[in-house]
Structures are given as C-alpha cells and as structure tokens.
C-alpha cells in the first residue's frame, strides 16, 4: 500500500493548436512534441461525423466531451439556444471537486469569451487585450499566440492549475489567408516553441517533483493545400492527438476529441457518466 503523502497530485495541460494538418505536422520540426510522443502517443483522429469540419462545432466538444447533435454549435457565428447547460470540463472538475483552481487562455475570442458562438468553455478565461481577428494577418496572431503563452506559462508557474486548456490559433488563419506551404510550417513550429515554454513553466514548479503531470495537444480539423475547411475530404476531417503522462494508459490505440473531457475529469476521480467520450485507452 502506498504511503498516502507519497501520491503524486494530478495535473492536466490541453493545448489546442487550431488547424494543423496532421501531415503538415509530422513534416514540420517539432522537439517539444516529438518528446512527448515518443514517452506517450500520437494519432491521427478522425473528426467524429456528428461534427462539421470548423472550429466551433469541434472545439466545443473538446469541451463539453459531447458532439454536435447535443451541444448545437454549427459555426462560429452564433451560440444556440440551450448551449449554456452544456459545462466544460473545467467547470465540471470544479464542481466536484471545489477546492482545484483552472485556466483558460485562447487567442480565439470565442472559446473564452462572451462573443459570436463563445465562450465555449463556459467558464470564460483569458483572451488578449487586443483580437487578433481585427486585423486577422499573420502579425496579429503571431503577438496574439506569443502573448497567450507568456500569460499562460507565467500562471502554470506561480498557480497550482489542477487543470488547464491553452490555445493558438496561428496556424489555422495562415492556412486560410495562404494555404499549408512552407510558412503554415513555420506556424506549427512555433506553436511547438510556445508548447515547449509552458512545459518549462511546469518544470519550473518548487512542487514539481510532488505533481503528475498529463500534456494533451490536440487540434481541431485539418485543411485544404489550398487552405479552407468545412467539407468531408481527409485533409479536413483528418485530425489528430497527443498525450503523456505517467498516468495513461499503455497501448492507445484510437482517441476522439469527446474523449479529452473525459480524460480529465478521469484522472482526477471525477464522475463523467452521460458524456459521449471514453477514457484514453478505452477506445
């Protein structure tokens, strides 16, 4: 039996990373994310057919851990009537266990604030002082993604985050203003740096050493050569996931985006029961 002050506390990191191709990303120059597959896991995830190939339907399962035909969300454009009783996993965990703190941080206006179909996490969290849509080049959302990394790595340092979702969206608006050529690459490995800056935030922690920690990187869709998405090719429904941790389970074989709602509120003990994803591993 394991001393009790010998258990590691549980800590879960997702980070999207908006519209990269699964090919474009086994293409590109990733460290950071090459070290967390080759210690966890890699896979292309198919974006499940309750789901349109955007960002609002696909990131609203991520969080929510339901499809669709459940949450409503159709686009970016508007939040459905009835949306709000569908809580994201953040708000879930913390209901259950009151005593965790969380963050949220998107670049993306609508997944953490009260605008278009957002939040979509319903617990709201940080967005930057300026919306990168506004001008909506590939300038605004670089400062725009570098501002969501500091402000995030800064907080996973100094706050005990039970669980957190981070998101940059860079990747995603170069795609559609100038398809997946060699600058959406540079895209995906910068997003691999700003990963890299928030896993060196956490292993910054004085209580690292007590803390296990899950890393989850997941994106929402892919894209067209020529950028744009939405449809039913491979190149839009072809997604993918990564995960580490001392925590999972070995030999994953399949995940889904319902899956990462439930994933968290697993690791911590947390009841899931009538949400549409499964466990890592049970798939």
């Given at each position: ?30 460290p950071v994310m090459d070290r967390l597959s080759e210690a966890g896991v890699l ?124 998101y940059f969206g860079e990747g995603d608006v170069h795609a559609h203003n100038h ?19 928030l896993l060196d935030a956490i292993d910054s922690r004085p209580t690292r050493a ?74």
């Amino acid at each position: 039996m394991k001393n009790p002050s010998s258990v590691l506390s549980p800590h879960v990191l997702v980070v999207g990373m908006d519209g990269i191709r699964h090919d474009s990303l086994l293409a590109a120059n990733t460290p950071v994310m090459d070290r967390l597959s080759e210690a966890g896991v890699l896979l292309p995830v198919r974006v499940h057919e309750k789901n349109f190939t955007i960002s609002g339907p696909v990131w609203a399962t991520v969080a929510t851990g339901v499809y669709m035909d459940q949450h409503g969300v159709e686009g970016n454009e508007e939040q459905p009537p009835g949306f709000a009783a569908f809580e994201d996993f953040t708000a879930l965990l913390r209901a259950q266990r009151p005593g965790l703190a969380t963050m949220i941080a998107a670049s993306w206006f609508p997944l953490a604030a009260k605008t278009e179909c957002g939040p979509l996490f319903s617990s709201g969290g940080w967005v930057n002082p300026v919306d990168p849509e506004a001008e909506n080049s590939s300038e605004s959302w670089i400062a725009a993604d570098d501002e969501i990394a500091a402000h995030a790595a800064a907080r996973l340092a100094a706050e005990d985050l039970a669980a957190s979702f981070v998101y940059f969206g860079e990747g995603d608006v170069h795609a559609h203003n100038h398809g997946t050529g060699p600058g959406y690459t540079a895209c995906i490995e910068r997003c691999d740096a700003r990963l890299g800056l928030l896993l060196d935030a956490i292993d910054s922690r004085p209580t690292r050493a007590q803390e296990e920690w899950t890393v989850i990187v997941v994106t929402d869709h892919g894209h067209l050569d020529e950028g744009g998405h939405g449809g039913d090719s491979d190149e839009e429904r072809t997604a993918w996931m990564l995960a580490s941790g001392p925590g999972l389970p070995d030999g994953i074989k399949a995940l889904d985006h319902a899956d990462i709602a439930v994933q968290v509120l697993a690791t911590f003990g947390a009841d899931h029961h009538g949400l549409a994803g499964v466990p890592f591993g049970q798939r």
